[in-house]
Antibody, heavy 113, light 112 residues
Framework: QVQLKETGPGLVQPTQTLSITCTVSGFSLTSYYMQWVRQTPGKGLEWMGFIRSGGSTEYNSEFKSRLSISRDTSKNQVFLKMNSLKTEDTGVYYC???????WGQGVMVTVSS | DVVMTQTPVSLSVAIGQPASISCKSSQSLVGTSGKTYLNWLLQRPGQSPKRLIYLVSKLDSGIPDRFSGSGSETDFTLKISRVEADDLGVYYCLQGTHFPHTFGAGTKLELK
């Protein structure tokens, strides 16, 4: 069955880079878009961006040049990297498939020194 | 960005009674394909969001037909014909027509 699972560092210091991996099973990354969404106390649910089945990406301009989404299809993994972290980036980060039909459990990220 | 305005913010409903949530967008959600990418999600306490409805009115697999979605252009509604205990949580509308995709602020459904 379709499964998605995010893994990440938990705690990141301000100004540092966040790296989260979404590992999927039950489907192929070459057939589906993969989305990234976060949920923060300040802004609620925010769409961050996606990587298409063909590998091209689309980002929310809110995150300007801080965000990068990539993947390794051989490992069934999608990656989120975001630099210059601020305390306001504290929240739960989710990967979701396609038009949000399946979601991972989320990973809590705290930005603090 | 498209602003998604949900009302009410919270809703207290007795088991077996109906519930209705409104979502209004700041611009039409009809895409160039003619499709309207409006979704409804439910986030139960301590869980990740789960999609209930896509393309305004299509129920996801396994979602009971007590749920229904309707609307067009900028005005959308989620209805629950008879609320059950498992329906409690926060409901969100999400538009996927325009970039960036945007969410409503949520409607918390509680038991009366």
């Amino acid at each position: 069955q379709v499964q998605l699972k995010e893994t990440g560092p938990g705690l990141v210091q301000p100004t540092q880079t966040l790296s989260i991996t979404c590992t999927v099973s039950g489907f192929s990354l070459t057939s589906y878009y993969m989305q990234w969404v976060r949920q923060t106390p300040g802004k609620g649910l925010e769409w961050m961006g996606f990587i298409r089945s063909g590998g091209s990406t689309e980002y929310n301009s809110e995150f300007k040049s801080r965000l990068s989404i990539s993947r390794d299809t051989s490992k069934n993994q999608v990656f989120l990297k975001m630099n210059s972290l601020k305390t306001e980036d504290t929240g739960v980060y989710y990967c979701a498939r396609n038009y949000f039909d399946y979601w991972g459990q989320g990973v809590m990220v705290t930005v603090s020194s | 960005d498209v602003v998604m305005t949900q009302t009410p913010v919270s809703l207290s409903v007795a088991i077996g009674q109906p519930a209705s949530i409104s979502c209004k967008s700041s611009q039409s959600l009809v895409g160039t394909s003619g499709k309207t990418y409006l979704n409804w999600l439910l986030q139960r306490p301590g869980q990740s969001p789960k999609r209930l409805i896509y393309l305004v009115s299509k129920l996801d697999s396994g979602i009971p037909d007590r749920f229904s979605g309707s609307g067009s252009e900028t005005d959308f509604t989620l209805k629950i014909s008879r609320v059950e205990a498992d329906d409690l949580g926060v409901y969100y509308c999400l538009q996927g027509t325009h970039f960036p995709h945007t969410f409503g602020a949520g409607t918390k459904l509680e038991l009366k």
